[in-house]
């Protein structure tokens, strides 16, 4: 057990002496399966919406809400999911949230009709805990900046699976249908949910707390101005590319004219750089400091998305601009993303699966509440400007958010 640890954890070039004793943690590539299976789940299905929404003879908006009640139900979901897992264990949560994902996605295939097919895909998002408990498996195994460093890595690696998800998916549904990408995700939901199950031990040490006494500690973290600080900033960078979720199928099909594939193909771009902004985190976290990452990943969103506001505005922009800038969105999170979420499991190191589940719920569903808003705001003859805009102050928002933590640090450097 001793070499497995040592080798879990030296593979990103940690010392020894940084990780907690733990029993058995999992491979680098059990968690980067786990997150990407959460994060294919919401997007391998994207470029198919237009379609799904013929088939099943019900309204294109009907059919977005495929997308933002997924992410709504992600979010209530890890309100419950983290202090569970700080009671009972990261092992058996995951495993019966996978099951349950499993049971689900078999529930999309045999869907008669629109309503009972969201029923089901929004039972798909219990795959959230895939996510959720990652980080918190991360932080339980190694501190501060290095926990940024190794959910960088993690994330990283995660980025390649949502990156070619779009493009598989509308390759699948031109060749097969739709149904084929729920096909994909249930083959792939028994091949992690197998890994998971030969290789995830558990790594955190299991409280004594009932689930309500676990519940009552949530006011311990909202009343922490850094826990808003890094959770702010966390929502509103997310939120930016939530929202482009939410509304570049929309300008992909109806105001550029593309098809399902270069739908797909274009959703590459942000997953570039996201996975670019990942190693970032990963490379240089540690000697940067999480809170200086986070503003320089919040920067980059921002001035890419300005620019983009710009050319849109002034008339110069197209599909190449706006899916072309996207890689500014996807560098600026993958980037900022890693360092704020380790910062919010950094205020009370013991409860990381409490503070995993309930910073993800509230970044899961502002996510949630801009794709709605996106979706709002372009109506059949829209042009892409009130996304842009959308995107753009979200970016900002992000800004300003984690500006008080940087104040702070140099507050007490002075003194």
């Known amino acids: 057990m001793v070499s497995r640890t040592v ?56 059919m977005q809400l495929a997308v933002s009640l997924y992410l709504a139900l992600s979010a209530v979901m890890q309100i419950a999911i983290g202090p569970i897992s700080d009671r009972f264990g990261r092992r058996p949560v995951m495993l019966g949230g996978l099951v349950l994902f499993l049971l689900a996605t078999v529930g999309t295939l045999l869907a008669p009709n629109a309503t009972v097919f969201l029923i089901f895909r929004m039972a798909q998002a219990v795959v959230t805990v895939g996510m959720v408990l990652s980080r918190a498996v991360v932080r339980d195994m190694v501190e501060g900046p290095k926990a940024a460093s190794m959910i960088g890595y993690v994330t990283m690696g995660m980025s390649l699976v949502p990156m070619v998800g779009p493009v598989i998916g509308g390759a699948l549904q031109e060749a097969f249908g739709w149904q084929s990408n729920f096909v994909m995700l249930l083959a792939l939901g028994l091949v992690v949910t197998a890994l998971t199950w030969s290789d995830l031990g558990e790594t955190a040490v299991t409280s004594r707390r ?4 676990q519940v009552r500690l949530y006011p311990a973290f909202l009343g922490a101005p850094r826990f808003w600080a890094y959770c702010g900033t966390a929502t509103f960078t997310s939120g930016c590319f939530y929202a482009f979720l939410g509304g570049a199928p ?27 902004g990942n190693f970032l985190a990963g490379r240089y976290s540690v000697r940067v400091g999480m809170n200086r990452m986070v503003l320089l990943g919040t920067l980059i969103t921002t001035l890419g998305m300005g620019l983009l506001a710009l050319l849109t505005w002034t008339g110069h922009s197209g599909a190449a601009a706006f899916f072309g800038s996207m890689v500014t969105l996807g560098l600026g ?83």
């Open 210 to 213: 009932s689930f309500a006494e």
């Open 333 to 415: 999170n993958g980037a900022a993303l890693p360092n704020a979420n380790a910062g919010m499991l950094s205020i009370r190191p013991e409860l990381a699966g409490t503070a995993s589940g309930l910073g993800g719920a509230i970044v899961i569903g502002g996510g949630a509440a801009l794709s709605v808003l996106a979706i709002a705001l372009l109506p059949p003859g829209s042009g892409e400007l009130p996304l842009v805009l959308l995107m753009f102050a979200s970016s900002v928002v992000s800004t300003l958010a984690i500006l008080p933590l940087l104040g702070m640090a140099a507050g007490l450097r002075k003194g």
């Open 250 to 276: 929309f300008v992909g099909a109806k105001v550029f004219g593309l098809s399902p594939t270069a739908i797909g193909a274009a959703f590459v771009l942000p997953s570039v750089g996201y996975m670019a």
């Open 7 to 62: 080798n879990s954890v030296t593979q990103f070039g940690l010392p020894d002496a940084v990780f907690l004793n733990r029993r058995t943690p999992p491979r680098l590539v059990t968690l980067t399966l786990l997150t990407g299976l959460s994060s294919l789940a919401m997007n391998l299905m994207l470029p198919s919406l237009p379609q799904m929404a013929t088939y099943f003879n019900a309204p294109y908006g009907l």
